[in-house]
C-alpha cells in the first residue's frame, strides 16, 4: 500500500492550494484519512480527518479555512487550504488508517507561505 501527496506549494500569505493524496496498492474506501503536518522543530499535529462515512473533523487552528474531502471513484483525499497563514508553513503528510496493523504514511508535501 502507497500514499503519494502531491500539491505543496509557496504561496503567500491569504493565498490557497489545494493537496491531494492518492493511494495504489488499495482501495481507501474503508479507511479513515487525515492530513497530518509537522513544522520544523515541533511534532507532528493532527489537521483534518475524515471518516469513510464522510464524517470530518478539524484542528481548531484550521477550522473555517480548510476542508477535507474525498473521492472514492478516485481513491484520492483532498486538503483545500484557504486564507493561508504562516504559521501553517510545514510539511504535509497524508495517512490511511486501517482496523489492524499500522498506520499507511505518505512522503510529505511542503507547503510554505510567506507573510
Known amino acids: 500500500e502507497q500514499l503519494v501527496e502531491s500539491g505543496g506549494d509557496s504561496v503567500q500569505a491569504g493565498g490557497s492550494l489545494r493537496l491531494s493524496c492518492a493511494a495504489s496498492?488499495?482501495?481507501?474506501?474503508?479507511?479513515?484519512m487525515s492530513w497530518y503536518r509537522q513544522a520544523p522543530g515541533k511534532q507532528r499535529e493532527l489537521v483534518a480527518r475524515?471518516?469513510?462515512?464522510?464524517?470530518?473533523n478539524l484542528a481548531d487552528s484550521v477550522k473555517g479555512r480548510f476542508t477535507i474531502s474525498r473521492d472514492n471513484a478516485k481513491n484520492t483525499v483532498y486538503l483545500q487550504m484557504n486564507s493561508l497563514k504562516p504559521e501553517d508553513t510545514a510539511i504535509y503528510y497524508c495517512?490511511?488508517?486501517?482496523?489492524?496493523?499500522?498506520?499507511?504514511w505518505g512522503q510529505g508535501t511542503q507547503v510554505t507561505v510567506s507573510s
Open positions: 495517512n490511511a488508517k486501517w482496523t489492524v496493523g499500522e498506520d499507511t
Open positions: 475524515i471518516t469513510s462515512g464522510g464524517i470530518t
Open positions: 496498492g488499495f482501495t481507501l474506501t474503508l479507511n479513515t
